[in-house]
């Protein structure tokens, strides 16, 4: 069974704005993390955070983790376009298991 | 090379076939993975392999079939599938400990007719 939930299920804004997505997990941890999927295809990983880190940022990507509400957010600043497609949150414990997805759509 | 290749992209079988889907990296990562992703769904873990050797088989139907001949390949043998069981199959690697991020492969598009 899937561990994470995520909010929302889909997302769409115009671009230049700023999107936040949500992760909910049951368990405890080792590392939590992002990936993209366009599309059809495979998936690209974006940002892996430590279960002792609460914040990190690579490019326009900002994640936060609060293990106490076992709970991250991820935070793409400035959107374009090309960063339309789904989002995933993963959790990492004996297996890399994977929450619902967000659908982000990018207007321009 | 930081790319795992799958072949085929696309492909469609009867009920009676059998076919095999390959995956292949040359990152020197020692766990491999395969992973069943239905429409709008997230990917679910199949199997996994660690040095070569079946680690984790998550209650997989004996239709499919995984093999890891050496520390770049895997395979998954598949036989007498059902309609249901199309889907996009993903192959993913990684460093040991699994304490690091997965690189995917684009994924085979599998269609069972």
């Known amino acids: 069974s899937q561990q994470g939930e995520e909010d929302p299920q889909a997302l769409s804004i115009q671009e230049g704005e700023n999107a936040t997505m949500n992760c909910s997990y049951k368990t405890s941890i080792n590392n939590l993390q992002w990936y993209r999927q366009n599309s059809g295809r495979g998936l690209v990983h974006l940002i892996l955070i430590r279960s002792n880190e609460r914040e990190k940022h690579s490019g326009r990507l900002r994640v936060t983790l609060d293990t106490s509400k076992k709970s991250s957010s991820l935070l793409i600043t400035a959107s374009r376009a090309a960063d339309t497609a789904s989002y995933f949150c993963a959790t990492s414990g004996s297996r890399l298991t994977f929450g619902e997805g967000t659908q982000l759509t990018v207007n321009p | 090379d930081t790319e795992v290749t799958q072949t085929p992209k696309h492909l469609v079988m009867g009920m009676t076939n059998k076919k095999s889907l390959k995956c292949e990296q040359h990152?020197?990562?020692?766990?491999m993975y395969w992973y069943k992703q239905k429409a709008k769904k997230p990917p679910e873990l199949m199997f996994v392999?660690?040095?070569?050797?079946?680690?984790i088989n998550e209650s997989v139907p004996s239709r499919f079939s995984p093999e890891c001949p050496n520390s770049s390949l895997l395979n998954l043998h598949l036989h007498a599938l059902q309609p249901e069981d199309s889907a996009l199959y993903l192959c993913?690697?990684?460093?040991?400990?699994?304490?690091?991020?997965?690189?995917f492969g684009s994924g085979t598009r599998l269609t069972v007719v």
């Open positions: 993913a690697s990684s460093q040991v400990p699994y304490d690091y991020g997965y690189t």
């Open positions: 990152m020197g990562h020692r766990a």
């Open positions: 392999y660690s040095y070569e050797k079946l680690s």
